[in-house]
């Protein structure tokens, strides 16, 4: 199974970002995905996650009305739409595979991808 996360970079606050995740090796259909971030000398934390269908999704609430998740299942791939960035955003984000559900937490999730440094200058 292997997850290529993509898209991050450096950008100013109040910017945008389209991160991709590019899923392998595994039924893509059948996992939720979810999307987690990690800034320096911080717990990994949930950002955003998507049931299989894509009908249902979650946010966390310093990312609600900013962040967008959503997928498509024939290219296997997952999305997050990052608008308005603020500083506090800058993190290494992680894509991760869920089987069959579409949890909150960082051990809900079976496999994970190598992450992308996002990067938000004030």
């Known amino acids: 199974v292997q997850l290529q996360a993509s898209g991050g970079g450096l950008v100013q606050a109040g910017g945008s970002l389209r991160l991709s995740c590019a899923a392998s090796?595994?039924?893509?259909?059948?996992?939720?995905m979810g999307w987690f971030r990690q800034a320096p000398g911080k717990e990994r934390e949930f950002v955003a996650a998507?049931?299989?269908?894509?009908?249902?999704?979650y946010y966390a609430d310093f990312v609600k009305g900013r962040f967008t998740i959503s997928r498509d299942n024939a290219k296997n791939t997952v999305y997050l739409q990052m608008n308005s960035l603020k500083p506090e955003d800058t993190a290494v984000y992680y894509c991760?595979?869920?089987?069959?559900?579409?949890?909150?937490?960082?051990?809900?999730?079976?496999?994970w991808g190598q992450g992308t440094q996002v990067t938000v200058s004030s």
């Open positions: 991760a595979a869920d089987l069959l559900g579409i949890g909150l937490r960082p051990n809900d999730y079976e496999y």
């Open positions: 090796g595994l039924t893509f259909s059948n996992y939720g």
């Open positions: 998507i049931k299989w269908t894509g009908a249902i999704t």
